[in-house]
Structure formats: C-alpha cells, structure tokens
C-alpha cells in the first residue's frame, strides 16, 4: 500500500536528481534508472511518477524556472528605481540557487532540448519573455526606442556567460557573471 503524501517527495527527489545527475554527466544522456537510484527508488516508480525520461528533464526545469522567479521577485521587490530593478534583475539571473553548477550544465542541456522539443522550446520561450518583458519595463523609460535592443542584448549576455559557465571546469563566479552583464547594461544606460 503506497504512503500517503510520499508521492511529492518523491517527485522532488527525483527533480533534485535529475538536476544533479545532468550537471555532473554534462549531458541529458542519463538514464531513468540512473536517476531513480540517485534519488534511492527504483526506475519503474519514476516513470510511474512522470512517465518519461523527457518529463522528468521538464519537471527538473520547471523547479529551476520556479527558482529562478522567485530569487527575481525577490530582487525586485528590495530594488528602488529604474536602475535598481534592471540591476536586480541582472544579479537574480545569477543568483544562488539559479547559478550553480549543476543547474548550469541542467539550462545548457535545457537548450539543447528546446532544439527538438516542443515543450522545452514553450517553457524557454515564456522563461526568455518574461526577463524580456522584465527588462524592458524598466529600459523604456531610461534608454527610450533602444530598449528592445538594449533587452535582447542583456538576454544574450546572460544566456552566453551561463554557456561559457557550463563549458568551463570547477564553480562559476556568480559576481564575475553579474558584473559582466551589468557593466554592457551601464554601457547601453550612459549611452542614451
């Protein structure tokens, strides 16, 4: 007879070692079975719980996108000003429970299945609208008719330091990362 109330933490347990198993092999060629023993429970319970070895990569980016919202709002609700929100959002985007390794290598892999998959490519498109949306609330008043270029290009940046974090040996500088892309965004600010 199941436990009651055991299948949330299992289904968390399994998120939390699809994230980890990913960040370590650096690739999604993991399998379920791999993952359910990480997570201490066998193959034939995770499909049971999530059906396949794609859901499972979804549900595991799911929780990181749930992370990252959170650290975002957040941000935004210590941060004053223009500025303050557009620095915030930058910094949530590196943010402890966003940049870390393993979920670093789980959003380079997120890309790379948003390439054949229709609901990783849905779940990157409305992760990749809402900071467009975020940063442009705050670009139009300060950078006027530039916002919508000045947004895509703290996009890019940030999507390339998470690509060049997951490709590089040992833990990513989360300050460095925000540095990076804060300096390009006061760049775009002084040159209005």
């Given at each position: 007879?199941?436990?009651?109330?055991?299948?949330?933490i299992r289904r968390a347990a399994l998120?939390?070692?699809?994230?980890?198993?990913?960040?370590?092999?650096?690739?999604?060629?993991?399998?379920?079975?791999?993952?359910?023993?990480?997570?201490?429970?066998?193959?034939?319970?995770?499909?049971?719980?999530?059906?396949?070895?794609?859901?499972?990569?979804?549900?595991?980016?799911?929780?990181?996108?749930?992370?990252?919202?959170?650290?975002?709002?957040?941000?935004?609700?210590?941060?004053?000003?223009?500025?303050?929100?557009?620095?915030?959002?930058?910094?949530?985007?590196?943010?402890?429970?966003?940049?870390?390794?393993?979920?670093?290598?789980?959003?380079?892999?997120?890309?790379?299945?948003?390439?054949?998959?229709?609901?990783?490519?849905?779940?990157?498109?409305?992760?990749?609208?809402?900071?467009?949306?975020?940063?442009?609330?705050?670009?139009?008043?300060?950078?006027?008719?530039?916002?919508?270029?000045?947004?895509?290009?703290?996009?890019?940046?940030?999507?390339?330091?998470?690509?060049?974090?997951?490709?590089?040996?040992?833990?990513?500088?989360?300050?460095?990362?925000?540095?990076?892309?804060?300096?390009?965004?006061?760049?775009?600010?002084?040159?209005?």
């Amino acid at each position: 007879m199941p436990k009651l109330g055991a299948e949330p933490i299992r289904r968390a347990a399994l998120v939390k070692a699809t994230i980890e198993m990913v960040g370590d092999s650096g690739s999604l060629d993991v399998t379920v079975a791999q993952i359910a023993r990480r997570a201490g429970m066998s193959s034939a319970l995770a499909h049971h719980y999530f059906g396949s070895k794609e859901q499972i990569f979804l549900a595991a980016m799911r929780s990181i996108l749930s992370i990252y919202a959170a650290e975002v709002r957040g941000a935004l609700a210590a941060a004053e000003g223009h500025r303050g929100r557009l620095r915030a959002i930058v910094r949530a985007s590196f943010g402890p429970g966003s940049f870390r390794r393993e979920a670093v290598g789980a959003w380079l892999n997120f890309y790379v299945l948003a390439q054949t998959s229709l609901e990783a490519r849905r779940l990157l498109a409305v992760y990749q609208g809402r900071l467009h949306s975020n940063l442009m609330h705050d670009l139009r008043p300060l950078v006027g008719p530039r916002a919508a270029g000045v947004a895509r290009g703290v996009g890019a940046l940030i999507d390339g330091v998470y690509i060049r974090a997951a490709l590089t040996p040992g833990n990513a500088d989360r300050r460095s990362a925000a540095v990076l892309v804060l300096e390009y965004l006061e760049r775009e600010m002084e040159g209005r």
